[in-house]
Each structure stands twice: as C-alpha cells, then as structure tokens.
C-alpha cells in the first residue's frame, strides 16, 4: 500500500473524518466509471459508488493492508455491484428491459474527444457515441462475471493479480474468464454488425 493512503487511513481510525475524506475525492471518480461501465447506469453506480464508501468507513479497522486501498475499495463496489445485477435479472423481464429500463442510461460516461484534427470533424462526435453504445450493449450481454474482468482489465488497465484480489479467484481464473470474455464479446459484435448489414 502507498504511504500517502497508509498515512490517511490512519489519521481516520485516530478519528480525522476528513483524512477519509480525501480518501474519497481521490479514487471517488475512477470507481465510479468502472462501476458505470458494469452497470449501464450512472444512477445505480453513483449508489454503488457511495454504499462502497460508507461500506469501507465502518470496516476501515478489519483493512489489513495487504493491498491497495483501492483494490480492497474495487472489492467492496463490485461485490455489491454484481450483487444489484443478480437482484435485478431476477425481478426484470426481457420485455421490460427492451422497453429502457436498463440500458437506456449510462451512454455519456463522460468521455470527451481528444481535441485533434480528426476527432473534430463533422459526425465524429454522434459516430463515437454511437460505437460506445454498441460496446455498452454488448457488454451488457456477457454474464457479471466476465464484464467485471473485462472492465478491470481492458477499461481500467488492472493487472491479472489486481483483479485476482479484487474478485477473489485465482489468476489462472482470471485469464480464462477474460479470454472467454473477449471471444464471446467479439461474437457479440460481430452478430450485430451482420444484422445492420
């Protein structure tokens, strides 16, 4: 763990609410963008995001400190992350997920383009948007399991012992379920752009 993270959360089991603070507004928005890609909905990552907080303040004296305060903080939001998605395959039906339940929200994870001369060319702007969309509802359909490993790995740039911790399954786990994850995404795509066709 990094001195700086070690030092706050110190100063917070001493009683400096404010040094959890600052543990807050450092990782706040880099959970919240994974956990928005897992979810499809920046509504339920923003409770996500703060139940993994509030989660993380009142276990803050069982962190052991054998990790990163950040990979043991992933833990806690994608555990209840795939939790809420499990709660919610039960109780929606396909019927009320076409109608925009799920899936319609999420779309702007505030991804600006980069200001070059080919990004800011007429139609960029709705062609991007419109490929995220796609990457988001491909995503969606890969079980919890392998959209996590995926977010963490090709989204967030985590190495394979990182989401080992935060998912608690071994390595060799971790490359199978991203290698299945990624051939059945490419299916995914690939079935879509057949039927635009």
């Known amino acids: 763990m990094n001195d700086d993270d070690r030092r706050l959360i110190a100063d917070c089991l001493k ?25 499809d909905s920046s509504e339920d990552a923003q409770d996500i995001v703060q139940e993994a907080f509030i989660h993380a303040y009142q276990s803050l004296h069982s962190f052991k400190g054998d990790s990163e305060f950040f990979t043991w903080l992933y833990r806690i939001a994608f ?9 919610r395959k039960v109780t929606f039906s396909l019927d009320q997920r076409r109608d925009g339940d799920a899936g319609s929200q ?16 007429p139609g960029f702007a709705l062609e991007r948007s419109e490929q995220e969309a796609k990457l ?27 989401i080992a911790d935060v ?14 994850a990624r051939s059945e995404l490419r299916d995914i795509l690939s079935a879509q752009e057949e039927r635009e066709r």
Do not use: W
Request: glycine content about 8%; hydrophobic content about 35%.
């Open 15 to 39: 009683g400096r609410t404010d040094a959890f603070g600052e543990l807050v507004r450092r990782y706040q928005d880099r959970l919240y963008n994974s956990v928005a890609r897992l979810l």
């Open 79 to 87: 555990n209840a992350a795939i939790s809420l998605k499990r709660r």
């Open 106 to 121: 999420g779309q702007g994870h505030g991804l600006d383009p980069a200001d070059d001369a080919e990004d800011n060319r």
């Open 167 to 180: 998912m608690g399954i071994p390595v060799g786990t971790v490359r199978s379920r991203l290698h299945r």
């Open 136 to 162: 988001q509802a491909a995503l969606n359909r890969l079980s919890a399991e392998h959209r996590t490993v995926m977010v963490l790995k090709d989204i967030d740039g985590c190495s394979y012992e990182v």
